[in-house]
């Protein structure tokens, strides 16, 4: 059973010619909120479950939650 549920990589062509990371342009905002989150040390910064039970359904990643949250904000 894996730790996180884990999303479709973005990069992964689909039936269309076209994959999702085609669709986001290079100056968009999202690329940079990602860059930021994958560089943080979660762990070190207080976030809890970055470690997850190992019974139960697997949580989101707390990166991706939070990438997320703070793309909602811009």
């Given at each position: 059973?894996?730790?996180?549920?884990?999303g479709e990589d973005r990069r992964q062509t689909t039936?269309?010619?076209?994959?999702?990371?085609?669709?986001?342009?290079?100056?968009?905002?999202?690329?940079?909120?990602?860059?930021?989150?994958?560089?943080?040390?979660?762990?070190?910064?207080?976030?809890?479950?970055?470690?997850?039970?190992?019974?139960?359904?697997?949580?989101?990643?707390?990166?991706?939650?939070?990438?997320?949250?703070?793309?909602?904000?811009?």
């Amino acid at each position: 059973m894996k730790r996180f549920v884990e999303g479709e990589d973005r990069r992964q062509t689909t039936l269309l010619p076209d994959c999702l990371d085609d669709d986001v342009t290079e100056d968009n905002p999202v690329r940079i909120v990602e860059a930021f989150i994958d560089e943080l040390d979660l762990a070190a910064l207080g976030f809890a479950g970055i470690v997850p039970e190992v019974t139960g359904r697997p949580a989101y990643h707390p990166a991706t939650l939070l990438k997320i949250y703070i793309y909602g904000y811009l």
